[in-house]
């Protein structure tokens, strides 16, 4: 069954009509059920949709609290308190320290990302093979699994009245140079292009999946239970019978009351970076030792273009306009907009100086980079006295050299959208370049990934596909390879990098997954 997109209208139903809240739970909680999905982010909410509207007894359970749009405000730091896991501050160590955003509230990270819905070219999924001797994971047969979803969520095509001048620099800047420009594909109705998706889209235009897969469970008979974090998956032999863990209070993470949840089949969705934490502590599924190992992200560099005239950067949506052209190459150039006092972190210099940037800002657009790095890899382990995880990544020097080139085609983009001057953010380059002969160092100043201001939100590989179980953690039906009913749905099981923005990807698993599990179970 395919659910359509919810509507806009202004007295529409409560999204979070049905999901229980620290406020309903009486002490404990002791639960029992058939299928137990752990988190409800792009890939948990969709496995307990599936799997509820199959007909199956099915408890969905999140760590975070369910945030609608009153709940949203666009000060960035607070916002980062209320929806991030470790307040924004999380990263992994390596060369360079990475910062990583992940959400911990109902939706996961499809609540505070810019929606970017792209599918992968067939070629990525060759690579896969390659790499882990997947053959049944192929574009042809995700196609049906991406429909299905696009049909849910609404997606479409940033429509041209919501761009804005920022977008719409970006674009004007590729086609000059000859390079393919679209718009982007986001799951968002009635976009009012106010570039807020950060910190949450206080317009109801996302459509992330707490306000659409989530509400299609619970209408289907699903029990969702929110402020719930799972410690401990319980085991048997090859079989697992549920999970442990604890009631903690929103925003605070404080633990109070105990949970426990016996289950006859259990699914893990609780990112690339929760579900091996879960797995490790649980010390479960990880006889090829796989859990945990090979973190991959999409590394992101941004570059500051500097206008002439004002162009009012935080109008237009977050991310409009993608373009595509170098992506066998490993590089993907977009639009980039976040709140102004995270911007207003990256300009440099100090005093009246960096005063100067700040009454410029009307002036500003970042466009941005990122690159497939497949050659970099790290881990996510356990961290001492803590529910927090220990995460590590290094850039390799090759994967960095094409991200070098990336920076050069970037500066090549604003110069010919008609920028004066750049913002290249990187050590060893002059903080402000104002032309592009003088930014012709960025392409060939030797530079090492400690020199940049890396960041990437784009995380996967943790719990990896493979054929083979002494490869990897699960099987291409995303069932543990070595226990009987446990399955992982979310960005772990990638056996590479998506190329493109993984969300569409991950949902696209999951929906192939629950239908699996609804038609073997």
């Given at each position: 069954?395919?659910?359509?997109?919810?509507?806009?209208?202004?007295?529409?139903?409560?999204?979070?009509?049905?999901?229980?809240?620290?406020?309903?739970?009486?002490?404990?909680?002791?639960?029992?059920?058939?299928?137990?999905?752990?988190?409800?982010?792009?890939?948990?909410?969709?496995?307990?949709?599936?799997?509820?509207?199959?007909?199956?007894?099915?408890?969905?359970?999140?760590?975070?609290?369910?945030?609608?749009?009153?709940?949203?405000?666009?000060?960035?730091?607070?916002?980062?308190?209320?929806?991030?896991?470790?307040?924004?501050?999380?990263?992994?160590?390596?060369?360079?320290?990475?910062?990583?955003?992940?959400?911990?509230?109902?939706?996961?990270?499809?609540?505070?990302?810019?929606?970017?819905?792209?599918?992968?070219?067939?070629w990525i999924f060759d690579k896969w093979r390659r790499r882990t001797g997947i053959e049944g994971i192929t574009r042809e047969v995700l196609d049906?699994?991406?429909?299905?979803?696009?049909?849910?969520?609404?997606?479409?095509?940033?429509?041209?009245?919501?761009?804005?001048?920022?977008?719409?620099?970006?674009?004007?800047?590729?086609?000059?140079?000859?390079?393919?420009?679209?718009?982007?594909?986001?799951?968002?109705?009635?976009?009012?292009?106010?570039?807020?998706?950060?910190?949450?889209?206080?317009?109801?235009?996302?459509?992330?999946?707490?306000?659409?897969?989530?509400?299609?469970?619970?209408?289907?008979?699903?029990?969702?239970?929110?402020?719930?974090?799972?410690?401990?998956?319980?085991?048997?032999?090859?079989?697992?019978?549920?999970?442990?863990?604890?009631?903690?209070?929103?925003?605070?993470?404080?633990?109070?009351?105990?949970?426990?949840?016996?289950?006859?089949?259990?699914?893990?969705?609780?990112?690339?970076?929760?579900?091996?934490?879960?797995?490790?502590?649980?010390?479960?599924?990880?006889?090829?030792?796989?859990?945990?190992?090979?973190?991959?992200?999409?590394?992101?560099?941004?570059?500051?273009?500097?206008?002439?005239?004002?162009?009012?950067?935080?109008?237009?949506?977050?991310?409009?306009?993608?373009?595509?052209?170098?992506?066998?190459?490993?590089?993907?150039?977009?639009?980039?907009?976040?709140?102004?006092?995270?911007?207003?972190?990256?300009?440099?210099?100090?005093?009246?100086?960096?005063?100067?940037?700040?009454?410029?800002?009307?002036?500003?657009?970042?466009?941005?980079?990122?690159?497939?790095?497949?050659?970099?890899?790290?881990?996510?382990?356990?961290?001492?006295?803590?529910h927090h995880p220990d995460l590590h990544w290094d850039f390799a020097q090759t994967d960095f050299e094409i991200m070098q080139k990336g920076l050069?085609?970037?500066?090549?983009?604003?110069?010919?959208?008609?920028?004066?001057?750049?913002?290249?953010?990187?050590?060893?380059?002059?903080?402000?370049?104002?032309?592009?002969?003088?930014?012709?160092?960025?392409?060939?100043?030797?530079?090492?990934?400690?020199?940049?201001?890396?960041?990437?939100?784009?995380?996967?590989?943790?719990?990896?596909?493979?054929?083979?179980?002494?490869?990897?953690?699960?099987?291409?039906?995303?069932?543990?390879?070595?226990?009987?009913?446990?399955?992982?749905?979310?960005?772990?099981?990638?056996?590479?990098?998506?190329?493109?923005?993984?969300?569409?990807?991950?949902?696209?698993?999951?929906?192939?997954?629950?239908?699996?599990?609804?038609?073997?179970?």
């Amino acid at each position: 069954m395919i659910t359509a997109a919810l509507s806009m209208l202004p007295n529409a139903p409560d999204p979070h009509a049905g999901v229980l809240e620290i406020s309903d739970y009486q002490g404990d909680l002791r639960l029992d059920c058939e299928v137990l999905v752990v988190g409800s982010g792009p890939g948990g909410a969709i496995v307990a949709k599936e799997l509820a509207e199959a007909g199956r007894d099915v408890v969905l359970l999140e760590e975070g609290p369910p945030l609608g749009k009153a709940d949203f405000v666009q000060e960035a730091g607070e916002s980062m308190q209320r929806t991030l896991r470790e307040g924004g501050t999380r990263a992994a160590r390596g060369n360079p320290i990475t910062p990583t955003m992940q959400a911990i509230a109902l939706g996961g990270g499809s609540l505070i990302n810019s929606a970017i819905c792209a599918r992968p070219p067939a070629w990525i999924f060759d690579k896969w093979r390659r790499r882990t001797g997947i053959e049944g994971i192929t574009r042809e047969v995700l196609d049906p699994h991406f429909d299905r979803v696009e049909a849910c969520l609404g997606v479409a095509p940033t429509p041209v009245e919501v761009q804005g001048e920022r977008n719409h620099r970006f674009k004007l800047g590729c086609e000059a140079l000859g390079m393919s420009c679209e718009p982007t594909w986001r799951n968002v109705q009635n976009c009012r292009g106010s570039a807020e998706c950060f910190t949450g889209c206080r317009n109801g235009a996302k459509k992330s999946t707490d306000v659409t897969y989530v509400a299609a469970a619970i209408r289907a008979g699903a029990r969702v239970y929110t402020s719930v974090r799972v410690e401990r998956v319980l085991a048997s032999g090859r079989r697992v019978t549920g999970i442990r863990g604890r009631i903690v209070e929103p925003f605070t993470w404080t633990p109070r009351g105990k949970v426990r949840v016996d289950a006859k089949l259990v699914v893990l969705a609780a990112g690339c970076v929760g579900t091996p934490v879960i797995l490790l502590k649980s010390g479960i599924a990880n006889s090829s030792g796989w859990v945990g190992r090979d973190l991959r992200f999409h590394p992101g560099l941004a570059v500051m273009a500097m206008f002439p005239e004002p162009i009012e950067p935080w109008k237009g949506a977050t991310q409009g306009y993608h373009s595509v052209d170098y992506l066998k190459e490993g590089l993907k150039f977009e639009v980039l907009w976040s709140p102004p006092s995270v911007l207003a972190t990256r300009l440099p210099g100090c005093g009246h100086a960096y005063q100067e940037h700040l009454l410029r800002y009307d002036r500003m657009a970042p466009f941005d980079v990122i690159c497939a790095a497949d050659d970099s890899s790290g881990s996510v382990r356990l961290r001492r006295g803590s529910h927090h995880p220990d995460l590590h990544w290094d850039f390799a020097q090759t994967d960095f050299e094409i991200m070098q080139k990336g920076l050069g085609i970037l500066s090549d983009i604003c110069w010919a959208a008609g920028a004066e001057a750049i913002l290249p953010g990187l050590n060893g380059i002059p903080e402000v370049l104002r032309s592009r002969d003088e930014a012709e160092l960025i392409r060939t100043r030797p530079l090492e990934p400690k020199d940049t201001i890396t960041a990437s939100n784009h995380a996967f590989c943790t719990t990896r596909m493979a054929k083979d179980p002494a490869d990897g953690v699960v099987d291409e039906h995303g069932r543990c390879h070595d226990v009987d009913n446990l399955f992982i749905a979310d960005t772990g099981i990638f056996a590479a990098s998506s190329g493109v923005n993984p969300m569409l990807l991950c949902m696209a698993l999951a929906d192939r997954i629950a239908l699996g599990i609804a038609d073997r179970w």
